[in-house]
């Protein structure tokens, strides 16, 4: 790796600081809805902007803190004109919109359980999340009435749906009701106070995507907003006032709700989202246009805006922060992106059921390919999997998170033996493994179901993929296992090269060999021009196959 320009960049200095202690206060009583709506609608934060969507279709639309709260509230007001009682789920289907951040949080406010969802999904995925959450409500965008109707199917428990876009009452034989959402909330001329609802309450339901059978609900509590706080201290590192932050991905995703909104709004930020174009040259513009000072994404983005843009630091001068998580950082990204704007990207890692809870910090130096530290407040250990043992410095073991941490799920939705599954004496096991080094640094392994176990050894691809990155000419690297047949599972690594690099597969299988253990090393590199990936940005592990490589090398006798 090249020389670091700074000491805030350093694979061997050690911390220099550890973090204060953190003292959970946590009410009997709070709403997610109005922590994040009504405590600035007044005041001097009431005028500024709260949400911001900018649209390629439709343009930009905001609202202030003042307004956000009168709509949020009115939303929750039209759920209990609907007959919507508190725990009632409401489905959400739309696009990055004003809309959404009104639909979710006036859930919240009206004791209702919001439940994020993709636009991307099938008829039969709706119709599954509808079954499972028991949803009697639906908000959409008009252009999906085709879909719904496909998946509101008999046993169901839709009795409501409301559609943005539309002006007027949809028709239809079915016995569901229709509202258009704009005059339905424009007809409520008084609001009854937010529902009442306990720190341990119920708040919002979240499907994780799984790679394998059905996604699986994770009911959170209201208290997940205070238990992200340390966020907001050590990984946003908010200032006071004014920041606006620019998140890339779409509200369905956790990682979005959070950092994109939830938690700027509690701290009476600007939140700012986008819907359309996801190409690179569109996130510089973006910052610039709307003075974000922190940009949030995934690396894939950030890899785009080098490789796509000739942008730099003057032409985003409001930006002062960066931020990713979902995938793992590279030294070779970090150290390409400083170059060119002078910021670091702090990294930040979670899961759907404790959201973010390692994080690389501003008061702390970087060590790439690390996620960084346990958060303050977060009494997250690695054991033994099977003794419950703590692990000694890098020795591998599981993250375990204690019952009590405020930012952990209640349960698993209508899944009482999976949730008891994952809880062993007072630990939530999360089935991420990873390391801690002698200076406190997490150094992530995989999910259980990630890790490779190929000819008696356990592989972690994305210790893999961290080596690969190293290569000067490798933007990005997907290790995974390939079944050659029923007794043989192979390490395996897909790669996008550097454009017009004259690098091959060999070379990378080469430079593999020679940086990791043996058994480490993948027996085929396949290189190809880029991954199948999420709506997000994340790489479909699952989706890659040989038949999209433009190349490869192996260390196999056979040919394939």
Same mark, same amino acid.
């Given at each position: 790796?090249?020389?670091?320009?700074?000491?805030?960049?350093?694979?061997?200095?050690?911390?220099?600081?550890?973090?204060?202690?953190?003292?959970?206060?946590?009410?009997?009583?709070?709403?997610?809805?109005?922590?994040?709506?009504?405590?600035?609608?007044?005041?001097?934060?009431?005028?500024?902007?709260?949400?911001?969507?900018?649209?390629?279709?439709?343009?930009?639309?905001?609202?202030?803190?003042?307004?956000?709260?009168?709509?949020?509230?009115?939303?929750?007001?039209?759920?209990?004109?609907?007959?919507?009682?508190?725990?009632?789920?409401?489905?959400?289907?739309?696009?990055?919109?004003?809309? !959404?951040?009104?639909?979710?949080?006036?859930?919240? &406010?009206?004791?209702?359980?919001?439940?994020?969802?993709?636009?991307?999904?099938?008829?039969?995925?709706?119709?599954?999340?509808?079954?499972?959450?028991?949803?009697?409500?639906?908000?959409?965008?008009?252009e999906s009435w085709p879909l719904l109707?496909?998946?509101?199917?008999?046993?169901?428990?839709?009795?409501?749906?409301?559609?943005?876009?539309?002006?007027?009452?949809?028709?239809?034989?079915?016995?569901?009701?229709?509202?258009?959402?704009?005059?339905?909330?424009?007809?409520?001329?008084?609001?009854?106070?937010?529902?009442?609802?306990r720190s341990e309450d119920p708040a919002?339901?979240?499907?994780?995507?799984?790679?394998?059978?059905?996604?699986?609900?994770?009911?959170?509590?209201?208290?997940?907003?205070?238990?992200?706080?340390?966020?907001?201290?050590?990984?946003?590192?908010?200032?006071?006032?004014?920041?606006?932050?620019?998140?890339?991905? &779409?509200?369905?995703?956790?990682?979005?709700?959070?950092?994109?909104?939830?938690?700027?709004?509690?701290?009476?930020?600007?939140?700012?989202?986008?819907?359309?174009?996801?190409?690179?040259?569109?996130?510089?513009?973006?910052?610039?246009?709307?003075?974000?000072?922190?940009?949030?994404?995934?690396?894939?983005?950030?890899?785009?805006?080098?490789?796509?843009?000739?942008?730099r630091r003057e032409d985003v001068p409001?930006?002062?922060?960066?931020?990713?998580?979902?995938?793992?950082?590279?030294?070779?990204?970090?150290?390409?992106?400083?170059?060119?704007?002078?910021?670091?990207?702090?990294?930040?890692?979670?899961?759907?059921?404790?959201? !973010?809870?390692?994080?690389?910090?501003?008061?702390?130096?970087?060590?790439?390919?690390?996620?960084?530290?346990?958060?303050?407040?977060?009494?997250?250990?690695?054991?033994?999997?099977?003794?419950?043992?703590?692990?000694?410095?890098?020795?591998?073991?599981?993250?375990?998170?204690?019952?009590?941490?405020?930012?952990?799920?209640?349960?698993?939705?209508?899944?009482?033996?999976?949730?008891?599954?994952?809880?062993?004496?007072?630990?939530?096991?999360?089935?991420?493994?990873?390391?801690?080094?002698?200076?406190?640094?997490?150094?992530?392994?995989?999910?259980?179901?990630?890790?490779?176990?190929?000819?008696?050894?356990?592989?972690?691809?994305?210790?893999?993929?961290?080596?690969?990155?190293?290569?000067?000419?490798?933007?990005?690297?997907?290790?995974?296992?390939?079944?050659?047949?029923?007794?043989?599972?192979?390490?395996?690594?897909?790669?996008?090269?550097?454009?017009?690099?004259?690098?091959?597969?060999?070379?990378?299988?080469?430079?593999?060999?020679?940086?990791?253990?043996? !058994?480490?090393?993948? &027996?085929?590199?396949?290189?190809?021009?880029?991954?199948?990936?999420?709506?997000?940005?994340?790489?479909?592990?699952?989706?890659?196959?040989?038949?999209?490589?433009?190349?490869?090398?192996?260390?196999?006798?056979?040919?394939?």
């Open positions: 790796m090249r020389a670091s320009p700074s000491d805030a960049f350093s694979l061997t200095r050690p911390a220099v600081q550890s973090f204060p202690a953190w003292r959970w206060e946590i009410p009997e009583f709070f709403n997610i809805g109005v922590a994040c709506t009504d405590s600035r609608a007044s005041g001097p934060r009431a005028d500024v902007p709260a949400v911001i969507v900018d649209d390629d279709r439709t343009g930009v639309a905001s609202l202030t803190f003042a307004e956000l709260a009168e709509q949020t509230s009115k939303f929750a007001q039209l759920l209990r004109e609907l007959g919507v009682s508190r725990g009632e789920r409401v489905l959400i289907r739309l696009p990055n919109c004003i809309e !959404y951040s009104v639909v979710f949080l006036g859930s919240l &406010k009206r004791g209702a359980i919001p439940v994020p969802t993709s636009i991307l999904l099938t008829a039969d995925e709706v119709a599954f999340l509808l079954r499972d959450s028991g949803a009697t409500v639906v908000v959409s965008d008009l109707q496909e998946a509101i199917q008999p046993g169901v428990d839709v009795r409501h749906v409301l559609f943005r876009g539309a002006r007027t009452p949809v028709r239809s034989a079915s016995p569901v009701t229709f509202e258009a959402l704009s005059p339905a909330l424009a007809s409520i001329a008084h609001t009854e106070p937010a529902e009442q609802t919002y339901l979240v499907y994780t995507s799984g790679t394998t059978g059905y996604p699986k609900g994770v009911l959170h509590a209201h208290r997940v907003l205070i238990g992200k706080q340390p966020s907001s201290e050590y990984w946003f590192h908010f200032l006071p006032e004014g920041e606006r932050v620019l998140h890339s991905g &779409k509200y369905n995703w956790t990682y979005v709700l959070g950092t994109g909104l939830m938690d700027p709004l509690f701290r009476g930020h600007t939140t700012i989202v986008h819907e359309g174009s996801q190409d690179g040259p569109v996130w510089p513009a973006l910052i610039a246009k709307h003075r974000a000072t922190t940009f949030i994404g995934v690396p894939t983005l950030y890899r785009h805006i080098l490789e796509r843009t000739s942008a409001s930006l002062r922060h960066c931020m990713s998580a979902g995938e793992q950082l590279s030294s070779e990204l970090l150290q390409r992106w400083h170059e060119r704007f002078g910021l670091y990207i702090y990294e930040g890692l979670g899961m759907t059921e404790c959201s !973010y809870y390692i994080c690389q910090t501003v008061s702390l130096p970087i060590r790439p390919g690390s996620a960084g530290f346990i958060q303050p407040g977060h009494d997250v250990r690695i054991l033994d999997p099977e003794t419950l043992r703590e692990c000694g410095p890098n020795e591998e073991g599981m993250l375990c998170i204690p019952r009590s941490d405020p930012a952990l799920m209640l349960r698993y939705w209508n899944r009482p033996e999976e949730t008891d599954q994952c809880f062993r004496d007072g630990w939530f096991l999360t089935g991420d493994y990873a390391r801690k080094d002698e200076d406190g640094y997490i150094w992530f392994l995989g999910r259980r179901d990630d890790l490779i176990k190929s000819f008696g050894y356990r592989v972690s691809p994305f210790e893999v993929d961290r080596v690969l990155r190293e290569h000067p000419d490798v933007l990005d690297a997907a290790t995974v296992a390939e079944e050659r047949d029923q007794n043989k599972r192979l390490v395996v690594s897909y790669v996008i090269l550097r454009h017009g690099c004259s690098t091959t597969a060999r070379d990378i299988l080469e430079y593999a060999h020679r940086h990791l253990a043996s !058994y480490k090393a993948p &027996k085929v590199v396949y290189v190809t021009t880029d991954f199948p990936r999420t709506r997000n940005g994340k790489t479909l592990r699952r989706a890659l196959h040989p038949n999209l490589a433009t190349a490869r090398a192996s260390t196999l006798a056979e040919s394939r």
